[in-house]
């Protein structure tokens, strides 16, 4: 069992930045950021393997939104910039046991979530 606690969303203009934090009780081979706008299904951001640092993006958040982890305190980062209103939506960090970062990219879901973070960009 693992727990993740999200923190770090809000309310912000088209433009800004935000970072969003992820506190993991323990650590598994990777965890991931996804994201649910108001009506549609959840969906893939970003991923980090906890032992390398090496990460994957969406396309459509790739050199704009930076994954990162700090492996001692086991808290992963997503840092966001030139917020776009589409990226409104709930992040959510989950993680799932045996699983790599390019796995959840490719489709395969966590196990594990946190309760969520609102991010709201106004245009």
């Known amino acids: 069992q693992v727990t993740l606690v999200e923190s770090g969303g809000g309310l912000v203009q088209s433009g800004a930045s935000l970072r969003l934090s992820c506190a993991a009780s323990g650590r598994t081979v990777a965890s991931a950021w996804f994201r649910q706008a108001p009506g549609k299904e959840r969906q893939f951001v970003a991923a980090?393997?906890?032992?390398?640092?090496?990460?994957v993006y969406d396309g459509s958040v790739k050199d704009r939104f930076f994954i990162s982890r700090d492996y001692a305190e086991i808290t992963m980062y997503l840092q966001m910039n030139d917020l776009k209103p589409e990226d409104t939506a709930v992040y959510y960090c989950?993680?799932?046991?045996?699983?790599?970062?390019?796995?959840?990219?490719?489709?395969?879901?966590?196990?594990?979530w946190g309760q969520g973070t609102q991010v709201t960009v106004s245009s």
């Open positions: 989950g993680t799932k046991p045996f699983t790599t970062a390019q796995a959840m990219y490719t489709g395969t879901k966590p196990a594990y």
């Open positions: 980090i393997n906890w032992q390398t640092g090496s990460t």
